[in-house]
């Protein structure tokens, strides 16, 4: 009987173990030793991708027992799912102007940090069939572009270029991501997009990045915060302070970030 008892006792607890693997209410640990919910819930703009799946495995890595999800997308998506109550730890913008909408409807914990720069470029099919020099080229008659739509970053960026160069162009599609314009270069629907420089890094295999001076007009800041409502408030603190460690630091600058 006693026996019996015993491998009661040990299915049970196998049992209570999975149901709270399944409910997502284990602990990772922190720096400095303490405990942190198991997950850290990430929204960050479309042009992280690459740089935060990165740094979400080494968090991951650095904290065990804890699992980074990420959900990537233009960051007035984001914002607007926030502001709207959706659930999340860590909101990364493109943007200081989709931020700004974050903290000043009260969702904020503290100030956001300014932890990276990016600048545009021309994204254009591998070796550039169209000749593609600079902006002026995207006005030529035939030339195919696609842009981001004004309010996400990418778009109000590419404006503000398109302004300081005094080149007016209709594009052929509007995008609500940089990934989304970078996509239409990337299947041959259009001849350019302008992008971020670490999106045409990132699809080097398939596009061609061409520089262009006016870009240094539009530099945007991607400034970071944990959440006022965060799930997981101490997971939320660890990743950014993980974002803005050395360790952060080199994998974004290594993706053609640049430091603030």
Known sequence: MRAAGRARTV?????????VALAGCGTGTTADGGSMDATVTVFAAASLTESFTRIGRDFE?????????LNFAGSAALAAQLNQGAPADVFASAATRTMTTVAEAGNADGDPVVFVRNQLVVAVPKGNPRGIAGLADLARPGVKVALCAEQVPCGAAARTALDAASIALTPVTLEQDVRGALSKVRLGEVDAALVYRTDALAAAADVTAVEFPE?????????IVALRDAPNPDGARAFVAYVRSERGRAVLTGAGFQAP
């Open 11 to 19: 299915a049970a607890a196998a049992a209570i173990t999975a149901l």
């Open 215 to 223: 870009s240094a007009r539009a530099v945007n800041d991607y400034p």
């Open 61 to 69: 890595a650095a904290h065990p027992g804890t699992t980074v999800v």
